[in-house]
């Protein structure tokens, strides 16, 4: 799940609306190196993210990464002062706040599948709010809905949260729904696509 979302829903709620998704891709920021698959042995990658580092050291075993916490802001102001050779954040979170400058590189989903329901934002309410559901129903966007219906049934079926490396991404392709899931070892040596 992206940071700060709940895995599952509080009792007497529901999930009915999602608005149309932003860009799910993770962003590579880093002054030393184009990509996190090319640092040298030794580099230190600032991560909180299991599900990115598990991605990561399957690539680059020679890497370490390091918990790496706080806003976007204190994130690159430590980036700045070199305390790790890089670090990954969502592309959608850098697009929403103006700060696409700070880019790299954008990794495609076969080098970094990203979180359960990245980029995507819902709007929670009461279930059996008829009113309020009929408001929400005009923002639903429902390939977006599909798509984070999907990938949090993954989740679920998998028992994880944002504490486990678990990816998954649906997207609808041609009116059909297409899913990558992975489930991986925190140190990246096993990884089940």
């Known amino acids: 799940m992206p940071s700060g979302a709940p895995e599952s829903l509080v009792p007497g709620t529901i999930l009915p609306c999602n608005l149309e998704r932003e860009d799910t891709r993770d962003a590579w920021i880093s002054p030393n190196c184009e990509s996190p698959f090319d640092l040298p042995a030794g580099s230190i990658v600032g991560t909180a993210s299991l599900r990115r580092q598990a991605q990561l050291l399957a690539r680059n075993p020679g890497i370490k990464c390091v918990n790496f916490r706080g806003n976007v802001q204190t994130r690159l102001k ?29 990794l495609e989903f076969d080098e970094m599948l990203p979180a359960v329901a990245q980029g995507a934002i819902g709007i929670q ?9 009929k408001y929400l129903e005009a923002l639903n966007h429902p390939p977006t809905k599909a798509a984070v219906d999907c990938e949090r049934a993954f989740l679920a079926a998998l028992d994880g949260n944002c504490r486990t490396p678990i990816a998954g991404q649906a997207r609808l392709v041609n009116g059909e729904l297409i899913f990558q ?12 696509k």
């Open 181 to 192: 899931g992975l489930i991986a070892k925190c140190d990246g040596s096993e990884m089940h």
């Open 125 to 133: 309410c009461r279930e059996g709010d008829e009113r309020i559901m």
């Open 78 to 106: 430590k980036l700045g002062e070199n305390v790790v050779d890089g670090t990954l954040l969502a592309n959608a979170g850098l697009r929403r706040m103006g700060m696409q400058e700070h880019i790299t590189k954008i």
